[in-house]
């Protein structure tokens, strides 16, 4: 069975400060891994994706995310945090071949000035 | 852009109501799924569709159920609304491997 686990409830992190939001996941197959972000009283706005390729993934916003194999880990990251990142990630994992994604239960980012 | 559409951004509704979201895609998907969100769950898969009258149960489908008459437009219905109903509804639509883009989102409140 596929399943997302993000550890972290909440993750604060200073302005300017590199920032890490962390995602495992369990799924048959090939992975497809995806982050989303969402601001208060609105839906998911998709970051980025890896289906293949390149373990380092670029995405909106200067985020990236790095696909680890071995350790079946998807973690976001960003070199400079802003305030205005401050919100809600969700980590999401569909398996090859599935109409279903699965999704984490989210991890607040709190960027503080 | 994809734009997907949930055209109830608030309601409220008495316990026994049937109520209807409705959600409209524009990028010619074959998937839409509804979800539901409750701090501290995540995000929960009610039903989805791979296809125009084609559905299927999600995680958690009980007290649910859904429409889909045209490709452009998924309907998720509650027979009879209930106060654990009260929530915030998420539709999305995409494809398989490929990204799924969502709506504003509905909040619903059941009283």
């Known amino acids: 069975a596929q399943s997302v686990a993000q550890p972290e409830d909440q993750v604060n992190v200073a302005e300017g400060n590199p920032l890490t939001v962390k995602c495992t996941y369990s799924?048959?197959?090939?992975?497809?891994l995806f982050w989303y972000v969402q601001y208060p009283n609105r839906g998911l706005q998709f970051l980025l994706k890896?289906?293949?390729?390149?373990?380092l993934v670029k995405g909106s916003y200067g985020f990236e995310a790095e696909f680890n194999k071995s350790q079946t880990s998807f973690h976001l990251k960003k070199p400079s945090a802003l305030v205005s990142d401050s919100a809600l990630y969700f980590c999401?994992?569909?398996?090859?071949?599935?109409?279903?994604?699965?999704f984490g239960t989210g991890t607040r980012l709190k960027v503080l000035a | 852009d994809v734009k997907v559409t949930q055209s109830s951004r608030y309601l409220v509704k008495r316990t026994g109501e049937k109520v209807f979201l409705e959600c409209v895609q524009d990028?010619?998907?074959?998937?839409m799924f509804w979800y539901r969100q409750d701090p501290g769950l995540g995000l929960r898969l009610i039903y989805f569709?791979?296809?125009?009258?084609?559905?299927e149960k999600g995680d958690i489908p009980e007290g649910y159920s859904v429409s889909r008459e045209k490709k452009e437009r998924f309907s998720l219905i509650l027979e009879s609304a209930s106060t654990n109903q009260t929530s915030m509804y998420l539709c999305?639509?995409?494809?398989?491997?490929?990204?799924?883009?969502f709506g504003e989102g509905s909040w619903l409140t059941v009283v």
């Open positions: 999305a639509s995409g494809g398989s491997g490929n990204t799924i883009y």
């Open positions: 799924v048959s197959g090939n992975p497809y």
């Open positions: 890896y289906i293949t390729g390149d373990n």
């Open positions: 999401a994992v569909s398996g090859e071949g599935t109409y279903k994604y699965i």
């Open positions: 990028m010619d998907h074959e998937n």
């Open positions: 569709s791979y296809d125009v009258k084609m559905k």
